[in-house]
């Protein structure tokens, strides 16, 4: 298996809603990343799991919070959600270590209302 | 702040024609990878360089590492409307080991 998948693919809420985005990798990977990517721009990082404990968090308001259950899943929790949020949420894996690239999730498209 | 500027930022094409995409940084790199992006997807690996001149090959793309690994090149021979999309380099920093993203570079190759 060499592929990062996210659920859901579009997902649309409200400002004071509630909502989980979910990934999932069994390539035996220990670093998992989320990423916001804006229309036309490259993806920015968010926050980085390495062994299932979060390494690097990029100032990222608490209004998203991440979790990793275990090395396989990822999640991310959105709350109170602004319009300006509304982006390609991506999720990758790699090996730890810095000659590694990434294997990144197809995203999930939100739209905040 | 550490950058990595791709050059052309667009750049528009026709079917058959050849192409070089550039990576450049002020700061080494102990890898790069690079990564091609269709509309509403991930990006996708294309190539890891990690020494210094080093070039590899994917059938019509060639890639190469600056030899003092602070650039990075992408060539497409023959471009096809299949290599449309955008294209992204990305590396980790040697000295303080952070993954950094390329300004990117939107290819649109024309039937």
């Known amino acids: 298996d060499t592929e990062v998948t996210q659920t859901p693919k579009h997902l649309v809420m409200g400002m004071t809603n509630k909502k989980s985005l979910k990934c999932e990798q069994h390539m035996g990977h220990r670093a998992m990343y989320w990423y916001k990517q804006k229309a036309k721009k490259p993806p920015e990082l968010m926050f980085v799991?390495?062994?299932?404990?979060?390494?690097i968090n990029e100032s990222v308001p608490s209004r998203f919070s991440p979790e990793c259950p275990n090395s396989s899943l990822l999640n991310l929790h959105l709350h109170a959600l602004q319009p300006e949020d509304s982006a390609l949420y991506l999720c990758a894996s790699s090996q730890v270590g810095r000659y590694y690239g990434y294997t990144f999730g197809s995203g999930t498209r939100l739209t905040v209302v | 702040t550490q950058l990595l500027e791709q050059s052309p930022q667009f750049l528009s094409i026709q079917e058959g024609e050849n192409l070089t995409v550039y990576c450049n940084s002020s700061s080494v790199f102990s890898s790069l990878q690079w990564y091609r992006q269709e509309p509403g997807e991930g990006p996708v690996l294309l190539v890891t360089v990690v020494t210094g001149g080093e070039v590899k090959k994917l059938k019509r793309l060639t890639f190469q590492f600056g030899d003092a690994r602070k650039d990075s090149s992408l060539h497409i021979t023959a471009a096809q409307p299949g290599d449309t999309g955008l294209y992204l380099c990305?590396?980790?920093?040697?000295?303080?080991?952070?993954?950094?993203f390329g300004t990117g570079t939107r290819l649109k190759v024309l039937a």
């Open positions: 799991y390495s062994y299932e404990k979060l390494s």
């Open positions: 990305a590396g980790t920093t040697s000295g303080t080991y952070k993954y950094i």
